[in-house]
């Protein structure tokens, strides 16, 4: 049974940084593409960042240049280190596994983290 599990979210200020983690069990984590998706409420869950099996990355517009998305495939970990934290980056953050990016990014065959809640305040 494939798990995922998320921490280290929390209430930060503006221009502060936080890093979340999250750790899969259950599947073969290294040929998986990772990925963190939030959601704010009232609003559609959206993709932040991927990164394939082979260590290539991808941002959502708003967050290039202040979130970086790392793996540890050794320790089954995914990282996602936030910089520069604004108020619109409060929200609820997934973690998520895909057999591929381009299904990550259509959220088919995806399993889910159960979130990981983040406050910036201004």
């Known amino acids: 049974q494939v798990q995922l599990v998320e921490s280290g979210g929390g209430s930060v200020q503006a221009g502060g940084s936080l890093r979340l983690s999250c750790t899969g069990f259950?599947?073969?984590?290294?040929?998986?593409?990772m990925g963190w998706f939030r959601q704010a409420p009232g609003k559609e869950r959206e993709g932040v960042a991927d990164?394939?099996?082979?260590?290539?990355?991808s941002y959502v517009d708003s967050v290039k240049g202040r979130f970086t998305i790392s793996r540890d495939n050794a320790k089954n970990t995914l990282y996602l280190q936030m910089n520069s934290l604004k108020s619109e980056d409060t929200a609820m953050y997934y973690c998520?596994?895909?057999?591929?990016?381009?299904?990550?990014?259509?959220?088919?065959?995806?399993?889910w983290g159960q979130g990981t809640q983040v406050t910036v305040s201004s």
């Open positions: 998520a596994a895909a057999w591929s990016c381009a299904a990550l990014s259509l959220r088919r065959g995806t399993y």
């Open positions: 259950g599947y073969e984590h290294s040929t998986y593409c």
């Open positions: 990164i394939e099996s082979d260590g290539q990355t």
